[in-house]
């Protein structure tokens, strides 16, 4: 059957800003207190959209959380209307609201685990909402999740997410790769941990985030042929050097696997069981980058990784599509100018601006959720969450209009943030058809 593969993006909140909230993300935690600007990361969102829609790629849209989360305040005690609630939470415990109103949604990498349907033992596309465990803000938002993909993909089977207890810390696509020949048939799914259940938490300086027994669960789930499913551990010096998530250090599209050479506990063994797990599919490319002419500490900053690797309609090698701040390191850009005029599988670098979204450790990677679709499906996935010329039109006009151009730290304790931030979503589920009870606030 003829699929392909789509992008869908989560469109960047009116709370967009640097909280300094993720322990072991070393942009976060570099960046926290700067003023941030919503608008401008938003509009870079979408421009990246437009231009993977324009590049002829099918173009989703995932919309933001509303924050901040009013039902978390109520369930942590506070009460009265919810400008009460907020200005008690920013009384009491700045950091508490400054969790409660992250835009981390944007990062859609997270939101979730999906297996296309040519991979799973019943057909059908299967999603299951991360739980983001390990990080208070990120952990709010699998069932906001769960319901914004129900509604993209009525005919998929989209999972609660996995219990929300350390054993089971699951981080969504951002420690998964599919690996394939062709779209419409079967593939490799590479799931990639930090830890198990029953490890020393220690190991690791930073948090390891995602779980072996979550992925395994998540395999077991969707319904994966065991011989075509692989779990690989990342290795403890990625994860301390600051790749909190194995998507920073690892790409993969099609048959081919970019990744830094210290990305993996143990390499060899992962290339290994990926080969013999892709047999009588398709022979496995390997792109390894080694740490003498990209350290890791380069990579990271860099973003080298954390990019979009696509086949772009009418290209036979794949394009990478790289945050700027790869063009400006240069280890990184002497590397990939060399790939590109080598002979391997990536042949094209293309770098974009998603600046905002890069000071809390979200590259372009990061702010796409890929759904392999078969034609079928695609025809059946909701038409207003796709992004059109007029849609694209429409929401740059909307985040003009709602949302705040600067947003410094100790802007989150002011109610009327909140009251501008529903406005606008409220706004929003019109403009994407998504029904007047999409959100927690509109269901009073
Ligand atoms: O979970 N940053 C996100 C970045 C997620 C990147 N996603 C992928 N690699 N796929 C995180 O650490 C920072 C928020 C703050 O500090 O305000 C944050 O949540």
Same mark, same amino acid.
């Given at each position: 059957?003829? %699929? ?20 072991g993300n070393l942009a976060s935690a570099n960046n926290a207190g700067l003023v941030a600007s919503p608008r401008a990361a938003a509009l870079q969102g979408l421009a990246k959209m437009k231009a993977m829609a324009d590049a002829g790629l099918v173009q989703g849209i995932l919309p933001p959380q509303a924050r901040p989360d009013i039902a978390a305040l109520r369930a942590l005690g506070f009460s009265g209307t919810p400008e009460d609630m907020v200005r008690a939470a920013w009384r009491s415990d700045k950091r508490l609201l400054r969790n409660l109103s992250s835009a981390s949604s944007m990062w859609a990498a997270n939101a979730a685990t999906v297996s296309p349907s040519a991979d799973c033992?019943? @057909? &059908?596309?299967? *999603? ?6 390990? #990080? ?13 993909? !129900? ?10 997410? =996995? ?30 941990? $930090?830890?198990?259940? $029953? ?9 390891? &985030? ?12 969707? @319904? ?13 010096? %990625?994860?301390?050097?600051? /790749? ?7 790409? @993969? ?50 973003? *080298?990784?954390?990019? #979009? ?5 009418? !290209? ?7 945050? =700027? ?15 590109? /005029? ?5 042949? /094209? ?8 979204? #890069? ?8 702010? &796409? ?17 796709? =992004? ?19 947003? %410094? ?6 109610? /009327? ?6 406005? %606008?979503?409220?706004? =929003?589920? @019109? ?14």
């Amino acid at each position: 059957m003829s %699929a392909s593969e789509a992008n869908f993006d989560g469109l960047i909140g009116p709370t967009h800003n640097y909280g300094g909230l993720s322990a072991g993300n070393l942009a976060s935690a570099n960046n926290a207190g700067l003023v941030a600007s919503p608008r401008a990361a938003a509009l870079q969102g979408l421009a990246k959209m437009k231009a993977m829609a324009d590049a002829g790629l099918v173009q989703g849209i995932l919309p933001p959380q509303a924050r901040p989360d009013i039902a978390a305040l109520r369930a942590l005690g506070f009460s009265g209307t919810p400008e009460d609630m907020v200005r008690a939470a920013w009384r009491s415990d700045k950091r508490l609201l400054r969790n409660l109103s992250s835009a981390s949604s944007m990062w859609a990498a997270n939101a979730a685990t999906v297996s296309p349907s040519a991979d799973c033992a019943d @057909g &059908r596309l299967h *999603l299951t909402p991360a739980n983001l465990s390990t #990080m208070l803000h990120r952990s709010l938002e699998h069932a906001q999740t769960r319901r914004a993909l !129900e509604a993209a993909f009525p005919f998929a089977a989209v999972h609660n997410a =996995l219990p929300g207890q350390g054993d089971f810390a699951d981080e969504g696509a951002a420690n998964h790769v599919r690996l394939c020949a062709n779209h419409g048939k079967a593939g490799v799914e590479l799931f990639v941990y $930090g830890r198990a259940a $029953g490890d020393d938490c220690e190991l690791t300086k930073f948090p390891a &985030r995602q779980t072996l027994d979550a992925s395994r669960a998540i395999a077991r789930r969707h @319904g994966l042929s065991a011989p075509r499913t692989v779990f690989a551990r990342q290795s403890k010096r %990625a994860i301390d050097a600051g /790749a909190f998530h194995n998507d920073v250090v690892c790409v @993969g599209a099609l048959e081919t696997l970019f990744y830094h050479e210290l990305a993996f506990d143990d390499t060899p063994a992962m290339k290994d069981d990926i080969t013999k797990a892709a047999s009588g599919l398709f022979d496995p490319q390997f792109v390894e980058v080694p740490d003498s002419e990209v350290p890791i500490a380069d990579a990271i900053k860099a973003y *080298l990784f954390n990019s #979009m690797l696509v086949a772009m309609p009418g !290209e036979d090698r794949l394009t990478l599509i790289a945050p =700027l701040e790869t063009a400006e390191t240069p280890s990184t850009k002497a590397f990939c100018d060399k790939m590109v /005029a080598g002979k391997g599988p990536i042949g /094209a670098v293309t770098y974009v601006d998603v600046r905002q979204s #890069m000071r809390n450790g979200g590259g372009p990677a990061c702010l &796409r959720l890929r759904v392999v679709l078969t034609e079928a499906e695609r025809k059946t996935c909701n038409p207003d969450m796709l =992004l059109t010329d007029d849609k694209y039109d429409r929401l740059c006009a909307w985040v003009t209009t709602h949302y705040r151009e600067a947003l %410094a730290p100790d802007d989150i304790g002011d109610p /009327a943030l909140m009251t501008e931030s529903f406005t %606008a979503l409220d706004e =929003l589920t @019109g403009l994407l058809n998504l029904g007047r009870d999409f959100y927690p606030f509109q269901r009073g």
